[in-house]
């Protein structure tokens, strides 16, 4: 038995946090949904006295847990959650692409860092199917395998790594050292940080679209259009700046976009907004909203419908695009951090051209950054050069000591 097997309901709320905890760490498993698997129903009594206590997870040693908490679970699978020292030169907040590239050149340096993520390391990058446009990679590489690679090559350098630990606050601990607290109650200190949480892209939050994301649902043309290169159509969901140019730059591999938007008009520029409207492979649905996304029944795990719901006449239509694109907003990663640094409207951390923040020895890089592009190797980039300003604020600090 490779993987650990979780039993539980897709009404249940505590499997799906269960779900969720062990995605987030890339911790594989293997889901038995109780209502549609008889035996499953066997499996949960057997482990539980007779009980039906969901979710049950049995894991490779032949143990199980019931109903167990995140922090349970973290221990289970042998998640590292404190730090070994409680001062380094540096903490990075975020070990996704931008954190981990800073660790990889800041351990280089001989700088003691630390990374604190809260959820598993890799980011984004960790999550994505395959990624096809990261130089070095001619034939593209599974976003799991390069994070492994990236975590691989910051642990050769002495990298010290915390997952399943959310930072919950960084302050000012004077003598020109910062504080960095977590949700696990500790706090560490550090001459310099990195905030490098990266940005989410906002969900529909229709009924299925969890589980398809990656697998037919996406948050990125760019990334994720050339998959669909001879596809009949393609849906895109919110008409604003993003959408109407993710919309237009996806008619190059499909023969129809359809655009949904919940609003009664067009939100991008006039410019964009023309395009769209005259551009033959477009069709725009307003006062439109997504319900459900449904997967194939072939047990693919792919998208196979989206149903559709009209706003005004309650009016639901089945739908089958062979992708949807979600670009609905995006919300950085920066609730944590109080009126610490400077943020944009947008809530995106505002930097000097050093990636500096307005706070001294705070820094920024990758998605969370104000003006980053939101594209694996630009984060990289900036975690490297955020890296190489992070050593020269150092110096200086320690010069003028
Ligand atoms: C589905 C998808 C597909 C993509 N495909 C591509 C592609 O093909 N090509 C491409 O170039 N780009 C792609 N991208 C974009 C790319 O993944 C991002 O640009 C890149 O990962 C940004 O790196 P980052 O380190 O700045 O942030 P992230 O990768 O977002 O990492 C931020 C990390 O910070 C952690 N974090 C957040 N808040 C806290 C906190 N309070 N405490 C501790 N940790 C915290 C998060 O858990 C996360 O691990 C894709 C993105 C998605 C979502």
Redesign the pocket.
Known sequence: MADIQLYGASWCPDCRRAKKFLADQRVPYEWHDIETDPDGVDVVQERNDGKNIIPTLIFPDGSHLAEPSNEELAEKIGLERMAMQHVYDLII???????LTTAIYAARENLDTLI??????????G??ER????PGFPDGIG?AELADRFVKQAERYGVEMLQA????SVIDDGHRELGVETATGDHYHARAVLL????S?RRTEAEGEEDL??AGV???A???GPFYKGSDELMVIGAGNSGLEEGLFLTQFTGKVTIVERGDTLRGSKLLQDKVLNHPKIEVQLRHGVKTFRAKDDGSGKLGAVVVEDLESGEATERHPAGVFVFIGLDP?TG?LGDLVSLDEGGFVVTDPTFMTNFPGVFA????RRG?T??????VGE?AAAAIQIRGYLDRLEASA
């Open positions: 907040v975020g070990g996704g692409p931008a954190g604190v993520d809260s959820k598993g390391l890799g980011g984004q990058a999550i994505t990624l096809d446009n990261y976003g630990v959310s930072v919950t490098a949480t990266g940005s892209y994301i990656g996406h948050f990125c760019t990334c994720d990663n944590f890089a990758g998605d969370v980053s939101k594209q694996l190797a630009s984060a975690g």
